[in-house]
């Protein structure tokens, strides 16, 4: 009789599971039935300002139900997150992040009031962007090897300029002086645009930024480029090596921008949805788009990103403890 009966619970349990999965596929069938908000965590302006906009669009043009920027600047991204995070994980709430409120912020923010591993659950990740290493034209540095020389010749006496404080510019920074064993003087500034005006001015000595900030100031011969953070080079700026192929074999920083939704969501709708993100990034004008913006298209799915997330969060984690970076 015991045996009758474990074998019918586990006849319950093998039928529940099939029920609960053929329900899962059915909301994924039925899924979107009304609009949908995309939640971007910054001001109306700039790079994931259009990002998010351009993901919009094609992402309605694509389901038939309108797709909606939501701005929600501020903390550092955190007040965008947390609005994802609060949301119903229906589907119908998501986040276009970048990696400061996803994998820096954890290690900066004592009072965070999320967790994104735990509260968020990665969707796609759609493109990465290197950042470009450029020095004024007074440096007399050619090459990254000779920029490490001078600045291990000026114990710091050179400047490097970055959008503030745990910026990206100023984390990656801090990681390249910790691998070239060199110290710098840090000026942190309110945006990028203004560390760019003083580099060209000559009162910075170097900046590691976009592409899109750089390269224009690069062509027009104001600044030089010694190297790009990507793993390999980039298709934009072809003759410019790696950091890691100029000396430094273990330097890769790459920026990202990503959809994530809040954690609960049924893994039927993230597929789905995930699907739709790689057809959109794989879309021929939207590569183009990107690249001509300094942006690899990538498209990768929900466990790729998730992965992602995960080292970065431990890299960054290391630099900012390692470095006593605060937030101002």
Avoid: C
Avoid at 103 to 112: E, T
Avoid at 133 to 138: D, G, T
Avoid at 236 to 249: H, I, K, N, Q
Avoid at 301 to 324: C, L, P
């Amino acid at each position: 009789m015991l045996r009758h009966f474990r074998k019918n619970i586990l006849m319950l349990g093998v039928v529940g599971l099939i029920g609960a999965l053929a329900h899962s596929q059915v909301i994924a069938q039925e899924f979107p039935t009304k609009s949908i908000r995309l939640v971007a965590p910054i001001a109306a302006s700039g790079m994931t300002d259009i990002v998010a906009r351009q993901m919009a669009q094609k992402l309605q043009e694509r389901l038939g139900v309108p797709v909606v920027v939501d701005n929600k600047p501020g903390a550092g991204g955190n007040i965008g997150v947390e609005a994802v995070v609060r949301a119903a994980p229906d589907g119908y709430t998501l986040l276009l992040a970048f990696p400061g409120p996803i994998v820096v912020n954890p290690s900066l923010y004592k009072n965070l009031t999320y967790d994104p591993v735990r509260d968020l659950a990665p969707v796609s990740l759609l493109t990465s962007y290197p950042l470009l290493l450029a020095v004024n034209a007074q440096v007399p540095a050619q090459t990254l090897a000779d920029f490490i020389a001078l600045a291990k010749q000026k114990i710091g006496g050179l400047s490097y300029g970055s959008a503030g404080n745990a910026s990206t510019a100023h984390l990656a920074m801090e990681l390249f002086m910790r691998q070239a064993d060199i110290q710098m003087v840090h000026v942190p500034y309110k945006g990028a645009a203004p560390a760019m005006t003083d580099l060209i001015g000559g009162r910075l000595a170097v900046v590691f930024d976009s592409m899109t900030l750089v390269m224009p100031q690069v062509e027009a011969g104001k600044i030089r480029a010694l190297a790009i953070s990507s793993k390999v080079r980039s298709a934009a700026a072809p003759d410019l090596p790696t950091v890691a192929e100029s000396g430094l074999s273990n330097f890769v920083v790459e920026g990202w921008y990503g959809v994530l939704a809040p954690s609960g969501t049924p893994d039927a709708i993230v597929n789905k949805l995930s699907k739709e993100f790689t057809a959109i990034v794989n879309d021929a004008d939207v590569k183009k788009d990107f690249l001509k913006r300094g942006l690899e298209p990538l498209g990768k799915d929900a466990a790729f990103f998730g992965q992602v997330i995960k080292s970065e969060r431990e890299m960054w984690h290391r630099v900012v403890t390692e470095s006593n970076i605060k937030i101002d």
